[in-house]
């Protein structure tokens, strides 16, 4: 008879669990341009190097933002850049490269890095770091495992973009930042906002927000402009 018990126990924690779902919202821009941008329609010309890097940091756990492999970064990025691309009216040309940790040992790589921004009249440097504390992220999952899923907890992710412009000579032409956070909800009724609201759709939401967003500034500031 106890047995017969624990296993309808066992049966329903089961269900809970199988039936939550988990529904992801992402919070506004920090730091979004607030002017109408305009575009930079007469300006000369411009080859570019877009270098990129992806970040991630568990708080609490990593003492540095780790680089992300080819794997670990965001599925479908450069489609999301080539639709960002769309913001500037006078480049010609352009290069991207991204960093990945194991560039320390390949000096071919590092070479080609070099190659590229030399060449190019601007250096279009993109740090992207997604970040999380593991304490908060720990208990949160304890909390929702305790109450079978039944309790909503959320799971916080912050991101920042850091973007930085340099001209042929490698100095500082402008730098720009934003923030964000995505939040994800897990609880059992959760399930029927999930097909609306997937982490995957709402982290795509918000680098295509923040690529849009930095790209139009720097267009209308005429950063990428040569006298």
């Known amino acids: 008879m106890r047995n017969h018990h624990f296993f309808k126990l066992w049966v329903v924690a089961f269900l809970l669990h199988f039936l939550s779902g988990c529904a992801t919202f992402k919070s506004e821009l920090q730091g979004k341009l607030a002017s109408t941008p305009e575009k ?13 890097s992806h970040y991630r940091m568990v708080k609490g756990m990593d003492v540095i933002p780790k680089l992300e492999n080819q794997h670990e970064r965001i599925d479908g990025f450069d489609d999301l850049f080539l639709d960002a691309m769309k913001e500037f009216s006078n480049i010609k040309n352009y290069d991207t490269y991204t960093n990945y940790s194991s560039d320390v040992n390949d000096s071919k790589r590092r070479q080609l890095k070099d190659s590229l921004i030399s060449k190019n009249d601007f250096l279009v440097d993109v740090r992207i770091v997604r970040q999380k504390s593991f304490p908060k992220h720990f208990f949160a999952v304890l909390g929702s495992s305790i109450s079978a899923t039944v309790l909503p907890m959320p799971y916080k992710i912050g991101f920042s973009i850091e973007v930085n412009v ?23 009724f959760m399930i ?36």
């Open 166 to 188: 340099f001209d042929h000579n490698r100095i500082l032409v402008k730098a720009y930042k934003r923030n964000a956070s995505i939040t994800k909800w897990v609880e059992t």
């Open 40 to 52: 930079n329609y007469n300006a000369k010309p411009v080859d570019v190097c877009f270098v990129f």
């Open 192 to 227: 029927f906002l999930y097909p609306f609201y997937p982490q995957d759709r709402v982290r795509e939401e918000l680098y295509v927000e923040f690529l849009h967003d930095i790209f139009k500034q720097i267009e209308s500031e005429k950063t990428l402009k040569i006298d």
